[in-house]
């Protein structure tokens, strides 16, 4: 049931006006700001969970933070269709992806961020892990002072690595114009990290 709120004015003729303003729509528009706001933060900005079912739609602020919990299914799909979204932002309406690319794309990110966080994770398997963290798409990174290379350079490489292999593994959906403005936003996305990792890095002891 909806729930009004009545606000008495006064008018010029100093009559008296009852206006009303429904309180379960502004409650409804709050929270539709919170579900916005929740797939943002996991997508980078670029998604805001518009192709997901009424059923998740209707969800509390607080299942919707279980439901996108960080490493879950969900949470790795919602970065996927980031990635999907922040490129069809790019693109100009003559080279816009098509649906069957979308889905394409959506599917072959998540596969890739799966395999290259596995063979991280076996990578470092055998060495003392000394920090651990998540890249832009949720893909695990770690390093070893094992290894006598700076904590710094192992996670750049990571990323670097991850880049390339995102770019290669989506080569053939993509057009060659499309890919173009992919590799630029990956150039971006690794320069950003590399930013935040010296930054980081700068502030150590």
Same mark, same amino acid.
């Given at each position: 049931?909806h ?6 004015l006064a ?6 006006v009852?206006? #009303?303003?429904?309180a ?7 929270? /539709? *700001?919170e =579900? /916005? ?6 997508s980078?900005g670029?998604y805001?969970? $518009?192709? $997901?079912?009424q %059923?998740? !739609?209707r969800?509390?602020? !607080? $299942?919707l933070e279980?439901?996108l #919990?960080?490493?879950s299914?969900?949470?790795? /799909?919602?970065?996927? !269709?980031?990635?999907? +979204?922040q ?11 098509? #649906?069957?690319?979308?889905q394409?794309?959506?599917?072959i990110?998540i +596969?890739?961020r799966?395999r290259?966080e596995?063979e991280v994770k076996?990578q470092?398997? *055998?060495? /003392?892990?000394?920090l ?13 002072? $094992?290894?006598g290379?700076? %904590?710094?350079?192992q996670?750049?490489?990571q990323?670097? %690595?991850?880049s390339r292999?995102?770019?290669? +593994?989506?080569?053939?959906v ?5 890919l !173009?403005? =992919?590799?630029q936003?990956?150039?971006?996305r690794?320069a950003q990290? *590399?930013s935040f990792l010296?930054?980081r890095h700068?502030?150590s002891?």
């Amino acid at each position: 049931m909806h729930r009004f709120t009545l606000t008495l004015l006064a008018t010029a003729a100093g009559a008296s006006v009852l206006i #009303s303003t429904n309180a379960g729509a502004q409650t409804e528009a709050r929270e /539709r *700001s919170e =579900y /916005r706001s929740a797939f943002a933060a996991v997508s980078g900005g670029h998604y805001f969970g $518009e192709d $997901e079912s009424q %059923d998740v !739609k209707r969800l509390t602020p !607080k $299942e919707l933070e279980a439901w996108l #919990s960080y490493g879950s299914e969900n949470f790795h /799909r919602a970065q996927a !269709k980031g990635q999907v +979204a922040q490129l069809r932002e790019r693109l100009d309406t003559s080279n816009a992806l098509t #649906s069957q690319q979308a889905q394409f794309m959506e599917q072959i990110l998540i +596969a890739e961020r799966d395999r290259q966080e596995r063979e991280v994770k076996e990578q470092y398997a *055998s060495h /003392r892990i000394t920090l651990a963290s998540a890249s832009w798409t949720g893909m695990i990174t770690l390093a070893s002072d $094992e290894l006598g290379i700076s %904590d710094h350079d192992q996670i750049l490489a990571q990323i670097e %690595d991850f880049s390339r292999r995102q770019i290669r +593994a989506l080569a053939p959906v993509l057009t060659a114009q499309q890919l !173009k403005v =992919y590799e630029q936003i990956q150039r971006e996305r690794v320069a950003q990290q *590399s930013s935040f990792l010296e930054a980081r890095h700068s502030k150590s002891p």
